[in-house]
T-cell receptor
Framework: AQKVTQAQTEISVVEKEDVTLDCVYETRDTTYYLFWYKQPPSGELVFLIRRNSFDEQNEISGRYSWNFQKSTSSFNFTITASQVVDSAVYFCALSEALGKFYFGSGTKLNVKP | DTGVSQNPRHKITKRGQNVTFRCDPISEHNRLYWYRQTLGQGPEFLTYFQNEAQLEKSRLLSDRFSAERPKGSFSTLEIQRTEQGDSAMYLC?????????????FGPGTRLTVL
């Protein structure tokens, strides 16, 4: 069965610190997709990134970077030089090709000025 | 605004009453999903549609819950005889089915409070 684990319930950092959010997944499928979403205090889930199971290239987008490692079933998310606006709950999710998402329980990130 | 919209944004009801929520997906998206999110948890899948066909329902969706997407556009989620345990945020999402893009775009949610 599919499962996503985000062991970090809450993380607090001071602005400009780097922070890594961990995500570990379980699936028996050979083709699957991994996602990160941000949920700010307003509540709406915002799509950040999607990775395919057959593409292990890491990705960088501005201050955000993602490290996908199939060998350890992990898809970690790093924010460099964090800002107060990064404060939110971040969810990792797993899906089959076009189906439902399995979400982790989320990591609440607090960035203090 | 071409995003996913949901109405109402908030609903307070008394136990035993029926409630109905509406979701309008992004117009070109064929797939529509419903999730439920309780405090401190990630969204949990309830059901999804491909056009007007309901393709999968979670075991979380008891017989008090019903969802429809009559013309393959907007969808409604109805909860009959609400219980306090139904209090949650109900999220709708839509996704395209062309190519490899399958990320889901979420609406703002409907927060249900059952008194």
């Amino acid at each position: 069965a599919q499962k996503v684990t985000q062991a970090q319930t809450e993380i607090s950092v001071v602005e400009k610190e780097d922070v890594t959010l961990d995500c570990v997944y379980e699936t028996r499928d050979t083709t699957y997709y991994l996602f990160w979403y941000k949920q700010p205090p307003s509540g709406e889930l915002v799509f950040l990134i999607r990775r395919n199971s057959f593409d292990e290239q890491n990705e960088i987008s501005g201050r955000y970077s993602w490290n996908f490692q199939k060998s350890t079933s992990s898809f970690n998310f790093t924010i460099t030089a964090s800002q107060v606006v990064d404060s939110a709950v971040y969810f990792c999710a797993l899906s089959e090709a076009l189906g439902k998402f399995y979400f982790g329980s989320g990591t609440k990130l607090n960035v203090k000025p | 605004d071409t995003g996913v919209s949901q109405n109402p944004r908030h609903k307070i009801t008394k136990r035993g009453q029926n409630v109905t929520f509406r979701c309008d997906p992004i117009s070109e998206h064929n797939r529509l999903y419903w999730y439920r999110q309780t405090l401190g948890q990630g969204p949990e899948f309830l059901t999804y549609f491909q056009n007007e066909a309901q393709l999968e329902k979670s075991r979380l969706l008891s017989d008090r819950f019903s969802a429809e997407r009559p013309k393959g556009s907007f969808s409604t989620l109805e909860i009959q005889r609400t219980e306090q345990g139904d209090s949650a945020m109900y999220l709708c999402a839509s996704s395209p089915t062309s190519g490899e893009r399958n990320e889901q775009f979420f609406g703002p949610g409907t927060r249900l409070t059952v008194l």
